[in-house]
C-alpha cells in the first residue's frame, strides 16, 4: 500500500541530486538534513529511479563518523570512495562538532542503524523491499528477525552474512540480482561495504545502497546499543568503548580527526 505523499518528500524529490544543502568537512561534503529530511531525500532517489532499474545505478548512502572521515582525509582512495558517495550523512557527534567548528553547523547527527529502521519503515508502507548482507551469521539473521517483528509487512528479499569465501560471491550477485530488491544494506564496515558495492555495481540492480557498518549486531541484540539518555549526550562512542575495550586501536582516530579539523580551521583563517 502506498503512503499519501508528504510535502517535505516532494519538494526533495524536485530538487535532487544536487541542490541538498551541505557542509564541508574536511573537504567532504556531508549532508545539512536531519533524519526526516534524510529519509525524504533518499526515498527521493529511489523514486526517481523509476520502475526501470539498471545494475550500477544505485544510489549510494554513507553515514560517515570521525574515524571514517579521518581515514578518508588520510588516505586519498578512501577519499575518493567517500567523496563520489550520493550523499554523506554525518553519523557521530565527532563530526556535528567539527562542522561546529569550521563555522558551518549541521542541524543534527543521522546515526546509520536509526536511519536503517527509518527506511524499513518507509519501505513497509510501501511495498518496498530490503536484502541484508554482512556481519555474522546469527547476527544478520537476527536482525532480520528483528525487522520481521516490527514491520510485519516488510518484505525482506533476503539476507547473507559477510563471512563469505570469494568462491561464493557469485552466488550472493545472483541471489541479488534475481530479488532486484529497493534497498541493500552491507554490514561490513568502511570501506569493504563500499568497496563491495563498487566492485560488484555492474551486477546489482538496486535502489539504494547504504552502508550499515555494525548495525546489523545492533538490531539482533548481540550487542547492545546505548540507551537512549545516553545517546541523547552524546555519549554513544564511550558506550560501545565500554562494551568492547579492543576498540580503543579506532578510537586513536578520533585525535587525529579533531587536529585535522583544527588544522583546517586554522587555515581558514589564514
Do not use: C
Request: aromatic share 8%.
Amino acid at each position: 500500500m502506498q503512503s499519501q505523499a508528504d510535502p517535505l518528500a516532494e519538494r526533495v524529490l524536485t530538487s535532487l541530486p544536487t541542490s541538498f544543502p551541505t557542509v564541508d568537512v574536511l573537504g567532504f561534503p556531508v549532508a545539512n538534513l536531519d533524519m526526516g529530511e534524510a529519509v525524504a531525500a533518499i526515498r527521493a532517489m529511489l523514486e526517481r529511479q523509476g520502475s526501470t532499474r539498471e545494475a550500477g545505478g544505485a544510489a549510494r548512502i554513507v553515514t560517515a563518523n570521525a574515524e571514517i572521515m579521518y581515514h578518508a582525509d588520510q588516505d586519498p582512495s578512501l577519499g575518493m570512495l567517500l567523496r563520489t558517495a550520493d550523499l554523506i550523512l554525518p553519523d557521530g557527534v565527532g563530526v556535528v562538532k567539527a562542522a561546529s567548528i569550521l563555522g558551518s553547523p549541521l542541524k543534527e547527527r543521522v546515526a546509520g542503524t536509526d536511519l536503517m529502521v527509518e527506511l524499513a519503515a518507509w519501505a513497509e508502507a510501501n511495498g518496498r523491499s530490503v536484502y541484508l548482507l554482512g556481519a555474522a551469521k546469527e547476527s544478520v539473521e537476527g536482525a532480520a528477525a528483528a525487522l520481521r517483528e516490527k514491520y510485519p509487512a516488510l518484505r525482506i528479499a533476503g539476507y547473507h552474512d559477510g563471512y563469505f569465501k570469494g568462491e561464493e560471491t557469485e552466488a550472493i550477485l545472483m541471489e541479488i540480482e534475481a530479488a532486484r530488491p529497493d534497498f541493500l544494506f552491507i554490514g561490513m564496515g568502511f570501506p569493504a561495504q563500499d568497496r563491495f558495492y563498487v566492485q560488484h555495481k555492474g551486477r546489482l540492480p538496486v535502489g539504494v545502497v547504504m552502508g550499515v557498518g555494525g548495525s546489523f549486531d545492533a538490531l539482533s541484540g548481540k550487542v547492545r546499543r546505548a540507551p537512549l539518555w545516553v545517546r541523547r549526550l552524546n555519549l554513544e562512542w564511550a558506550f560501545r568503548f565500554a562494551q568492547n575495550p579492543k576498540r580503543l586501536g579506532r578510537i586513536w582516530a578520533l585525535p587525529g580527526f579533531v587536529l585535522a579539523v583544527l588544522l583546517k580551521k586554522a587555515k581558514k583563517r589564514d
